[in-house]
């Protein structure tokens, strides 16, 4: 069973950048592909914005991005401390939300049903 918990969220300005961390402090972070949503207010959960996979894509990649964040955003993990990070950069004021953390089997975080969510955490991009 995950634990996941997000951290370094706030108010940052339009064209900055945030770097996101996710910990598990429940279990085998290392066995899941990782990966990150977002929910703006008013607007329905987005994601997978990124997806950070154990072994590898089928495409034969590492990792996946939304179109959305491609180029901007960055997914990463350190599986040694079991943590997991979203680097932003170039963020608008269309980046603004909830974001979250999520881990499981790959096919499910692909199909918008992560097996673990972390709690969320808010990211302001303002003008």
């Known amino acids: 069973q995950l634990h996941l918990v997000e951290s370094g969220g706030g108010l940052v300005q339009s064209g900055g950048s945030r770097r996101l961390s996710c910990v598990d402090s429940?279990?085998?972070?290392?066995?899941?592909?990782v990966g990150w949503y977002r929910h703006a207010p008013g607007k329905e959960h987005e994601g997978p914005l990124c997806?950070?996979?154990?072994?590898?894509?089928?495409?034969?990649?590492?990792?996946y991005y939304a179109d959305s964040v491609k180029g901007r955003f960055t997914c990463s993990r350190d599986n040694a401390k079991k943590t997991v990070y979203l680097q932003m950069n170039n963020l608008n004021p269309e980046d603004t939300a909830v974001y979250y953390c999520?881990?499981?089997?790959?096919?499910?975080?692909?199909?918008?049903?992560?097996?673990?969510w972390g709690q969320g955490i808010q990211v302001t991009v303002s003008l």
């Open positions: 999520v881990a499981g089997v790959l096919n499910r975080l692909a199909a918008k049903s992560p097996d673990y």
């Open positions: 429940g279990g085998n972070l290392d066995q899941y592909a």
């Open positions: 997806i950070n996979s154990r072994d590898g894509l089928t495409n034969g990649a590492d990792s």
